[in-house]
């Protein structure tokens, strides 16, 4: 399995400034992801992030508000733009095996909260 | 109707006991289920992955899929305290296809 670390862990923003989360993986993957968990709720996929290119998004989610960048294929990071309390969430990002290209692994999280 | 609909409980069962956890699911081109638990401030944990239908065993943990249902469950057999948590069912259609994930089912397992 992929280990996936996240940086920082949690944070606390004030309204109106932006958080860039890193994502660092200890081996290739093709596929990352980026997700939204907010209080209490299931996983929503935000972009997947493509190395080399654009990320793509998914409907409700826009490249300015969620800049992505991938440079190779164990780094991302995603920028919260412009934070309001509604962005209060935890990110997380998510990998796809290289070896098996089905089973889906998540880091630990970053826990934001905006006042 | 949701894509992937699981009842979010809270379910709590006694130490021991058998617990069954379960979804239904709208889109018969699924492929691919998971369940993944995840621990109160963590990241999922991916915990059984199947392919198309059948059953699975790892330990204390057993995968059901029934397509012609659409309906997945897990079973956790002589349920410890340390499974308590929200356990999320997820699927994709092709290998490379996003995850839909279901809302969560939160369990408690008391001593």
């Known amino acids: 399995s992929a280990v996936i670390s996240q940086k920082p862990s949690r944070d606390i923003c004030q309204r109106g400034t932006s958080l860039t989360i890193q994502c660092q993986v200890d081996?290739?993957?093709?596929?990352m992801f980026w997700y939204r968990q907010q209080p209490g709720q299931s996983l929503t996929l935000i972009a997947t992030a493509n190395q080399g290119s654009e990320a793509t998004y998914e409907s409700g989610f826009v490249i300015d508000k969620f800049p992505i960048s991938r440079p190779n294929l164990t780094f991302s990071t995603l920028t919260v733009s412009n934070m309001s309390p509604e962005d209060s969430s935890i990110y997380l990002c998510?990998?796809?095996?290289?070896?098996?290209?089905?089973?889906?692994?998540f880091g630990p999280g970053t826990r934001l909260l905006v006042l | 109707q949701k894509e992937v609909e699981q009842d979010p409980g809270p379910l709590s069962v006694p130490e021991g006991a058998i617990v069954s956890l379960n979804c239904t699911y709208s889109?018969?081109?699924?492929?691919?289920f998971m369940w993944y638990r995840q621990y109160s401030r963590k990241g999922p944990e991916l915990l059984m992955y199947t392919y198309s239908s059948g059953n699975k065993e790892d330990g204390r943990f057993t995968a059901q899929v029934d397509k012609s249902s659409k309906y997945i469950s897990l079973f956790i057999r002589d349920s410890q305290p340390s499974d308590s948590a929200t356990y999320l069912c997820?699927?994709?259609?092709?290998?490379?296809?996003?995850?839909?994930f279901g809302p969560g089912t939160s369990l408690s397992v008391i001593p």
């Open positions: 997820a699927m994709k259609q092709t290998s490379y296809d996003k995850v839909i």
């Open positions: 998510s990998v796809v095996s290289q070896q098996t290209q089905e089973t889906q692994y």
């Open positions: 081996s290739q993957v093709t596929m």
């Open positions: 889109n018969s081109a699924f492929q691919y």
